[in-house]
């Protein structure tokens, strides 16, 4: 999911740019936004019969009707059960999404956290009607009404899984063991030219992060709320660090291949990379949660505030979510369940809910969910001077140049 | 040429130099189709044929493979004939601005595709979108299309700059007219320049990513882009060796065959 | 003797060659103003908007803050020159690779393995430029192919340089091919006869003659190089090219990528020009 695939994004959000400058005046918030206010869109209080399709936008391995394998499939079920044909339209990335579901043409999409609060401020997604969606009652209680996926109590979307950027390194070559974020951002490193990070600007948030925890004097309350200053000093941290990666990453293939090959010994990792380095057994790995905590997603199943086949959407988000449906989704993709009685029916790895700490609450106390950065401090200090996604990209520009 | 027996040793070297650096890397490549592992890092695990197995499976690489060779057939079909009637119009008259027109071909190949792509991108949007086209496989074809081109109008030309107009002179004297002319005498000698400008067409439309990426359509993956899905996919690393190994295979003999066509 | 509507309009265009040149000259150039010429041309223009900074939608405010950034930022500077830097190696690297191959191949080898040559040359084009990336990435990383061999000079420019001569290599072997094989053996012999070496013919004979195609390879491998991103992606550690930043910038800032792009966009154009006269244009 995390899977850059900047192509795609750059052609649906060039367009997206290009031809929605007309509307440019019309944006909520305007100019100055001086808090949060999303535009009024109806939340749907009754359910009727289904439209006969549905049309979605998601993550690469969320929405499975055998195109990989015969076997992974659960599409089919659900449009048995339901008469809801499902349209697939896969995502590369979070701009890519946030385009794709301004055209209109889409009922629901698998929003992650820096996409959320842009669909949401954009008008494009409704309020969604919890009530009408049973599973939601078995959700965890630790992702609903979230920063990301509600705007003032009111929830616009349902949880759908979770994973953590985590610390992975060669039990090899890094001894020893480390605990903390400043293994990979000390100037001195003694793995010099074996570090890796995530090729994103997103990234500058893990350096906030280790600044927000060992350097309280910056006053930084949340990875993702950077003032002016903040930032640079993430970007100082950055910099610093650069001399000692080998490589960025940015898709999955590299960064697998790369600690197999010996080229990275120490970087950030989601779990799914780690288990399948491990499960290849050229190298020893192991992932950790530092103590600092670490960055990482929730995905939200949003319903466009334009849906076409709005019932045929809410059985979608209720079925996708259901304990079986969403432990089958998790397992192949390589995330923690939203469900909170998904971990019941999770059939290939027995101890797959321990792996990804699906139950441990305390465990994702620490797990910094990514948002969008943008002027209007997301930590919810009603502050006004952070700096936004747009200032974040030229940052990371700055730093890799 | 004469040339001692040192110049061709060491000529012969450099020639097999190339080759070796042209090869190794596809050599690369179809060993690590047989990786039994699920990555690419050297060396393989073990041989397996899971790969090949998971590929010949796959439906949606057949599809991405059609669709490819459509869009090349697409584009290299409206290449020959803008590029011909450049060429006819560039090397048989002189006129005002024939340097301007060249540049105007060339320039769709030269700037970066990032450029291109957007720039079509807005250009379709504007003014496609509105007439109830989107996108898919006609936007493609249009975008390869803008920078193939050249490549047929460079090998018509050149051609045609050789050919001696005599020929044509004669097929007029003896009644024929124009379109007659053109038909029984230029088109079989400009044949070769034909198939050698169509084959490095169908070659650049068939291997191009980004210019694809900006002009597709939500449903229209071209193989490039499907490589480039499954790079990104858990898993599915050797993959796309297995899909480039089988292109090279399979490539050779449509290669060979257009290059005796277009011997002279 | 019947006339029929085509012979009558065959007739019409032979007696006038305007009639021909416009009918031959008006779709080509209809498709690439219309289509390609407009289509940049707004492009270009859009850099002189600006981006709002919350929305991250495109103000039609006209102004040059893009360009005063580019040209006071050292950050553009830097990546500009890298790039430049990158796309110039390519291209020696390629001119050094393809000129003994194409000369061999086109002069030296017996007819009947040229073609088998030629087909050698071009088959790699089918590979797929990801997949040949990567396989680079194969070849360069720790405890590669490169690294048991002869050892690998890591992810970095260098690799990026070698990758992307790889790439392009075909592209410049081919027309310095047909530029060899249209040499006419007599200027060669007449060469010999008046006493060159080998060496002296080549250096004062044929690359005079084949400098066109060696210009015309160069177009490809300078302009593909130039406007290059995904192979920095894959072979080029933690290196950035103008590419990546115009890549970076489009999803939130487009002014600011349409900006960006004049870089290269104007080297490109710069060099096209400044080689116009050598006849490179034709060789392409």
Redesign the interface.
């Known amino acids: 999911m995390r899977?850059?695939?900047p192509?795609?994004a750059?052609?649906a959000t060039?367009?997206l740019l290009?031809?929605g400058a007309c509307s440019a005046s019309k944006s909520p918030g305007g100019q100055t936004p001086s808090g949060f206010t999303p535009p009024r869109v109806p939340m749907r209080q009754s359910l009727g019969a289904g439209e006969g399709s549905v049309d979605v936008v998601a993550w690469?391995?969320y929405v499975e009707y055998g195109?990989?394998s015969k076997t992974v499939d659960w599409v089919t079920p659900f449009t048995k059960a339901t008469g809801c044909k499902v349209n697939l339209?896969?995502a590369?990335t979070s701009d890519e999404m946030v385009a794709?579901m301004k055209t209109g043409q889409y009922d629901t999409v698998s929003a992650s956290g820096d996409a959320t609060l842009r669909l949401i401020a954009g008008g494009d997604v409704a309020p969604v009607n919890t009530k009408l969606v049973p599973n939601y009652a078995t959700v965890y209680p630790g992702l609903k009404n979230q920063p990301w996926n509600s705007v003032g109590g009111v929830p616009y979307g349902i949880p759908h899984g979770r994973g953590a950027n985590l610390l992975m390194y060669n039990t090899a070559k890094v001894t020893p063991a480390p605990t903390s974020w400043g293994a990979v951002f000390d100037p001195n490193s003694p793995y010099k030219g074996h570090l890796t990070a995530y090729d994103d600007p997103i990234y500058i948030a893990d350096a906030a992060l280790y600044l927000m925890k060992t350097k309280p004097s910056l006053g930084i309350r949340n990875p993702y709320a950077l003032t002016a200053d903040q930032l640079n000093a993430a970007v100082t941290l950055l910099k610093d660090q650069k001399p000692n990666v080998n490589a960025y990453w940015s898709?999955?293939?590299k960064e697998?291949?790369?600690f197999?090959?010996g080229d990275f010994w120490l970087g950030t990792t989601w779990e799914?990379i780690q288990q399948?380095?491990a499960?290849?057994?050229?190298v020893k790995t192991a992932a950790i949660l530092p103590s600092e905590g670490s960055t990482g997603w929730s995905d939200t199943w949003m319903v466009s505030a334009h849906a076409q086949h709005p019932n045929c959407a809410y059985e979608w988000m209720n079925y996708i979510v259901s304990p079986s449906v969403n432990a089958q989704v998790a397992e192949y993709?390589?995330e923690a369940p939203a469900n909170s009685q998904a971990c019941g029916y999770i059939k290939d790895n027995p101890n797959f809910c321990a792996d990804y700490h699906a139950n441990d609450e305390s465990w994702w106390r620490n797990v910094y969910y990514w948002n969008t950065p943008t002027r209007n401090c997301v930590d919810g200090s009603g502050r006004n001077d952070c700096t936004d996604y747009a200032q974040w990209v030229t940052a990371w520009n700055e730093i890799k140049s | 040429?004469?040339?001692?027996r040192r110049?061709?040793i060491?000529?012969?070297l450099?020639?097999a130099l190339?080759?070796a650096?042209?090869?190794?890397?596809?050599l690369?490549?179809l060993l690590?189709s047989f990786n039994a592992?699920?990555?690419?890092?050297?060396?393989p695990?073990g041989f397996s044929l899971r790969w090949w197995q998971a590929a010949w499976q796959?439906?949606?690489l057949r599809t991405a493979l059609w669709t490819s060779v459509r869009a090349g057939l697409g584009a290299t079909a409206v290449a020959l004939?803008?590029?011909t009637?450049?060429a006819?119009?560039a090397t048989r008259?002189r006129?005002f601005g024939r340097?301007a027109?060249?540049?105007?071909?060339?320039?769709?190949?030269?700037?970066?595709?990032?450029?291109?792509?957007?720039?079509?991108?807005?250009?379709f949007?504007?003014v496609l979108?509105p007439l109830g086209i989107g996108f898919g496989l006609f936007t493609v074809i249009?975008g390869h299309?803008?920078f193939c081109?050249?490549?047929v109008f460079?090998n018509v030309?050149?051609r045609l700059?050789r050919l001696p107009g005599s020929g044509e002179d004669a097929s007029?004297d003896l009644g024929a007219?124009?379109?007659?002319t053109f038909w029984y005498i230029t088109l079989p000698a400009v044949r070769g320049a034909l198939f050698a400008g169509a084959l490095?067409a169908f070659?650049l439309s068939?291997?191009e990513?980004?210019v694809t990426?900006?002009?597709?359509g939500?449903g229209t993956q071209t193989?490039?882009?499907w490589?480039?899905?499954n790079?990104?996919?858990?898993?599915?690393?050797p993959v796309?060796?297995v899909?480039?190994s089988a292109?090279?295979v399979?490539?050779?003999l449509p290669?060979?065959l257009a290059?005796?066509m277009s011997?002279p | 003797m019947h006339r029929s509507p085509?012979?009558r309009l065959?007739?019409a265009?032979?007696r006038r060659?305007g009639l021909?040149?416009t009918a031959?000259?008006s779709?080509?150039?209809a498709?690439?103003?219309l289509?390609?010429?407009?289509?940049?041309g707004?492009?270009l223009l859009s850099a002189f908007w600006t981006t709002n900074d919350f929305t991250s939608q495109v103000e039609y405010v006209w102004n040059t803050d893009n360009f005063a950034n580019i040209l006071s930022d050292p950050v553009y500077r830097t990546v500009a020159l890298r790039t430049l830097g990158i796309a110039v190696g390519v291209t020696v690297v390629d001119g050094a690779?393809?000129l003994?191959?194409a000369?061999?191949?086109a002069?030296?080898?017996r007819p009947r393995s040229r073609?088998l040559?030629?087909?050698?040359?071009?088959?790699?084009?089918?590979?797929?430029?990801?997949?040949?990336a990567?396989?680079?990435?194969?070849?360069l990383?720790h405890?590669?192919?490169l690294d048991w061999a002869v050892g690998t000079p890591g992810f970095g420019v260098p690799a990026v340089v070698i990758t992307l001569s790889?790439l392009w290599?075909?592209y410049m072997?081919?027309p310095l091919y047909?530029a060899f094989a249209q040499l006419p053996?007599s200027v060669?012999?007449a060469s010999?006869d008046l006493g060159a070496r080998?060496?002296r013919?080549f250096r004062s004979v044929v690359l005079p003659l084949v400098k066109p195609a060696l210009i015309a390879g160069s177009?490809?491998t300078f302009?593909l190089s130039?406007?290059?991103?995904?192979t920095v992606q894959i072979v080029g550690g933690t290196t950035q090219m103008l590419?990546n930043v115009?890549?970076s910038d489009?999803t939130l800032n487009?002014p600011m990528?349409?900006a960006v792009?004049c870089v290269?966009?104007l080297l490109?154009?710069g060099y096209?020009l400044a080689v116009?006269r050598t006849g490179a244009?034709?060789?392409?």
């Open positions: 899977t850059l695939r192509l795609a750059l052609a060039a367009a290009l031809t690469a391995g195109q990989d339209k896969v590369g794709l898709d999955y293939t697998q291949a790369s197999d090959s799914v399948a380095v499960a290849d057994g050229k993709f390589g | 040429m004469h040339l001692n110049s061709r060491a000529l012969r450099a020639m190339g080759l650096v042209l090869y190794v890397p596809l690369v490549v690590n592992s699920r990555s690419f890092a050297w060396p695990t796959e439906p949606g004939v803008l590029g009637m450049a006819f119009a008259y006129f340097q027109v060249s540049f105007l071909l060339i320039l769709p190949i030269a700037l970066p595709g990032i450029v291109t792509g957007i720039a079509l991108n807005a250009a949007r504007t979108t249009v299309a803008t081109i050249v490549v460079n030309s050149a700059r007029a007219h124009t379109f007659q490095l070659a068939f291997d990513i980004v990426t900006f002009t597709a939500p193989l490039p882009l490589i480039f899905d790079l990104a996919r858990p898993n599915q690393g796309v060796d899909v480039a292109l090279i399979l490539s050779a290669v060979w290059h005796r011997a | 085509v012979r065959a007739g265009l032979h060659p021909r040149l031959l000259l779709a080509p150039m498709w690439l103003v289509a390609y010429l407009g289509s940049l707004v492009l690779l393809a003994p191959m000369f061999y191949m002069r030296v080898a073609r040559l030629l087909v050698a040359v071009t088959a790699p084009l089918w590979a797929g430029y990801l997949v040949k990567y396989a680079w990435w194969v070849m990383s405890g590669g192919v790889y290599l075909p072997v081919l047909a053996d060669l012999d010999a080998p060496w013919t177009i490809f302009s130039l406007g290059d991103y995904l590419g115009i890549a489009v487009l990528a349409a792009s290269p966009v490109i154009v096209l116009r244009w034709e060789n392409l």
